[in-house]
């Protein structure tokens, strides 16, 4: 689907029937995230600078949901960041109904986002996610020392304002140097 697609599922969402109950607030309280960075967020001179040269075409798969609180803060730094690979496309995919994500466990477990960028004939070239490292290691930092689950979402979100997507663009930079050789 792309993003309009997307967009609409996630209003149906909001409106009740899809998700569970208990899923309610995370579904607002993410739109207003995904909405925030896909405004705000600019890419730099230098990303914008190395992408243009990416001539190769690719398919970028991101695996994701409306209720992911990591994805609300990635996916639209992602779309953004897509914006300036003249060769890419994408397409997002919901992990919970029939997407490939059973292909792409993280750990044993179906962490979101995750992307997978594919040559013109299908083949996986990369994939990444579900988290930058630092955010990785935020993550994996606070659930060592056991804090609660809504201190440990507090503090990642927290980090992600701060970070405001520069750490993702950080990555696919290195990324898309290491892929097409730039």
């Not at 990369?126 to 659930?143: C, D, I, S, Y």
């Not at 020392?145 to 992600?160: A, K, M, N, R, T």
């Amino acid at each position: 689907m792309n993003l309009n697609d997307y967009l609409s599922h996630w209003d149906k969402a909001l409106e009740g029937g899809i998700y569970l109950e208990s899923y309610a607030d995370y579904l607002s309280l993410n739109r207003v995230r995904f909405n925030r960075n896909y405004k705000t967020f600019k890419a730099s001179e230098e990303f914008v600078k190395v992408s243009q040269r990416v001539s190769k075409p690719t398919h970028w798969i991101i695996i994701t949901e409306p209720w992911c609180g990591d994805a609300a803060q990635s996916v639209p730094v992602l779309l953004r960041l897509l914006e300036h690979i003249p060769s890419a496309s994408y397409s997002l995919s919901l992990r919970d109904q029939g997407s490939l994500i059973d292909q792409y466990l993280t750990n044993g477990g179906k962490g979101i986002p995750k992307v997978i960028v594919r040559d013109d004939q299908g083949n996986d070239l990369m994939v990444w996610g579900p988290r930058t490292h630092q955010a990785q290691e935020l993550f994996n930092g606070l659930k060592a020392q056991g804090v609660e689950l809504h201190v440990l979402h507090e503090s990642l979100h927290g980090w992600y304002a701060k970070d405001q997507g520069k750490s993702l663009e950080y990555e696919f930079l290195a990324l898309v140097q290491n892929l097409f050789k730039l």
